[in-house]
C-alpha cells in the first residue's frame, strides 16, 4: 500500500539556524499537509497546500515558515530562523480530496532545536 | 472554534476484552466529519475508523466500531476482542465539510495486558 515518507527521522538544529523537511505524499493524491507535535501536546495543523498554493494555514505558521513542492514529488516544510519552540514532531500527510477522505500521514520527522 | 477532547490520557484492557475510548468534541456546525486515527509506538499514524455527521448509522470496521451520539457531540471508540498489537495511542479527530484541516483530541495510550 502506497505510504507518505518523510526525511530525516531525526533533525537535530541549532537555534538560528534554516531547517528544511521533507515529504514525499502519495502520488496520486492532490491535497497536501503539515502538522506538528510538541512533547505531550495536541497534534496541530500548521498548513495545507492545494494546486501549488497554500489554501488554509494556522496562527503558528507565521512568516517563519514556507512550504513547497519543487517538483512533482516532493513537498517540503522550511523554518527560516529556528526557535528553541519549534522543537517538536512534524508530521506531513496527504489525501485524494479534502474533508470526508482520509488524510495519510508520514511516520513524522523529529525536530531538536539546541 | 472546534475542539475535540478526550478526557482519558491512558487506558489498559485485558488481551481479548472490550475497550471504550471516549471523545467528545465541541462545534457549531452540523456537516462534518469524525475520525479516530492509531498510532503505534515509532510509526504513523494510521486510520482506524471514520463518521459522516450526517449519517446515524454507527460506523464498523471489523473489530472497531464507533458510538456516534451527534446530539451529545459524543463520538466514543469500542475495541472488542482487544490484540497485542492494538496496542498504541488513538488519536480523535474532526473535519468540517469542505474544510482541509483536522482537528485532534490530545490522545489516549492504550495499553493490551497480555
Known amino acids: 500500500e502506497p505510504e507518505v515518507t518523510q526525511t530525516p527521522s531525526h533533525q537535530v538544529t541549532q537555534m538560528g539556524q534554516e531547517v528544511i523537511l521533507r515529504c514525499v505524499p502519495i502520488s496520486n493524491h492532490l491535497y497536501f499537509y503539515w502538522y506538528r507535535q510538541i512533547l505531550g501536546q495536541k497534534v496541530e495543523f500548521l498548513v495545507s497546500f492545494y494546486n501549488n498554493e497554500i489554501s488554509e494555514k494556522s496562527e503558528i505558521f507565521d512568516d517563519q515558515f514556507s512550504v513547497e513542492r519543487p517538483d512533482g514529488s516532493n513537498f517540503t516544510l522550511k523554518i527560516r530562523s529556528t526557535k528553541l519552540e519549534d522543537s517538536a514532531m512534524y508530521f506531513c500527510a496527504s489525501s485524494v480530496e479534502r474533508g470526508n477522505q482520509p488524510q495519510h500521514f508520514g511516520d513524522g520527522t523529529r525536530l531538536s532545536i539546541l | 472554534a472546534q475542539t475535540v477532547t478526550q478526557s482519558q490520557p491512558e487506558m489498559s484492557v485485558q488481551e481479548a476484552e472490550t475497550v471504550t475510548l471516549s471523545c467528545t468534541y465541541d462545534?457549531?456546525?452540523?456537516?462534518?466529519?469524525l475520525f479516530w486515527y492509531k498510532q503505534p509506538p515509532s510509526r504513523q499514524m494510521i486510520l482506524v475508523i471514520r463518521q459522516e455527521a450526517y449519517k446515524q448509522q454507527n460506523a464498523t470496521e471489523n473489530r472497531f466500531s464507533v458510538n456516534f451520539q451527534k446530539a451529545a457531540k459524543s463520538f466514543s471508540l469500542k475495541i472488542s476482542d482487544s490484540q497485542l498489537g492494538d496496542a498504541a495511542m488513538y488519536f480523535c479527530?474532526?473535519?468540517?465539510?469542505?474544510?482541509?484541516?483536522?482537528?485532534f483530541g490530545q490522545g489516549t495510550r492504550l495499553t493490551i495486558n497480555p
Open positions: 462545534t457549531s456546525e452540523s456537516d462534518y466529519y
Open positions: 479527530a474532526y473535519t468540517l465539510q469542505g474544510a482541509q484541516k483536522l482537528v
